[in-house]
């Protein structure tokens, strides 16, 4: 039980730097975002239409992920302490 504790909270964790690194990286593009005037001058378009911050999705997409990355966690630990009792 303890190994699937350790693995779900790794699997947690790897998530949440995805996301927080996902967030950092659009707040960045948009924050160093410089528009060319001059050259979009004659191609006018809907800013709604263009501005997208992130993706939209299932949320249950990253459960079923956080899942099987906790699955293969648990049987990589698994794995290896059983390398690791037989050295």
């Known amino acids: 039980m303890k190994r699937l504790t ?3 909270l790794i699997s947690a964790a790897l998530h949440l730097v995805y996301f927080i690194a996902k967030f950092g990286i659009g ?3 948009t924050f160093t975002y410089e528009p060319d005037i001059i050259a ?3 191609n ?3 800013l ?3 501005m997208v911050i992130g993706t939209t999705g299932t949320p249950f997409l990253y ?3 956080w899942m ?3 699955v293969m966690l648990a049987l990589g630990l ?3 302490q059983r390398i690791s009792k037989t050295r």
Do not use: P
């Open 6 to 8: 350790h693995a779900a």
């Open 27 to 29: 707040f960045l593009r």
């Open 40 to 42: 979009e001058a004659d």
């Open 44 to 46: 006018v378009v809907v």
């Open 48 to 50: 709604q239409d263009e």
């Open 63 to 65: 459960v079923f992920t």
């Open 68 to 70: 099987g990355l906790t």
């Open 78 to 80: 698994l794995m290896f």
